[in-house]
């Protein structure tokens, strides 16, 4: 139903419409934490590890590490359509890329909540 209003129902305007989505989050993140660094000025450890210890702080660099790694998802698996010619080794480095990603996200999020 939302593909019909939105006018995305190809794949294709999908995957444009979710990298223009995912910029938008990582914008929207990086104003939070540079607000987040204006108010509380942080020049000592003390104060980075509260600042870092803060729900919207870990929030924030979740929602902008997992939007990073779609929007690169979906960045490099359209390089690799276009210019990767042989199907075995698009396939692979498709496996390759995500496999990575998925690890990134998860050794981030280790490292958020950790």
């Known amino acids: 139903m939302v593909s019909l209003i939105l006018g995305i129902s190809r794949p ?7 990298q223009r989505t995912t910029a ?3 914008l929207l993140a990086i104003v939070i934490l540079i607000g987040m660094l204006a108010v509380y000025q942080p020049q000592d450890h003390a104060t980075w590890k509260q600042v870092a ?13 997992v939007s990073m790694c779609l929007h690169a998802w979906l960045g ?4 690799l ?4 010619k042989h199907t075995y ?4 480095l498709r496996v390759l890329t995500l496999a ?4 990134y996200t998860l050794w981030s ?4 909540w950790g």
């Open 12 to 18: 294709s305007m999908r995957d444009w419409a979710l």
């Open 24 to 26: 938008i989050l990582m």
């Open 53 to 65: 210890s803060f729900e919207l702080t870990r929030i924030s660099l979740l929602v902008f590490l």
């Open 76 to 79: 490099i698996k359209d390089v």
């Open 81 to 84: 359509m276009d210019y990767v």
């Open 89 to 92: 080794t698009r396939a692979t």
């Open 100 to 103: 990575s990603l998925i690890g």
């Open 109 to 112: 999020i280790l490292i958020l």
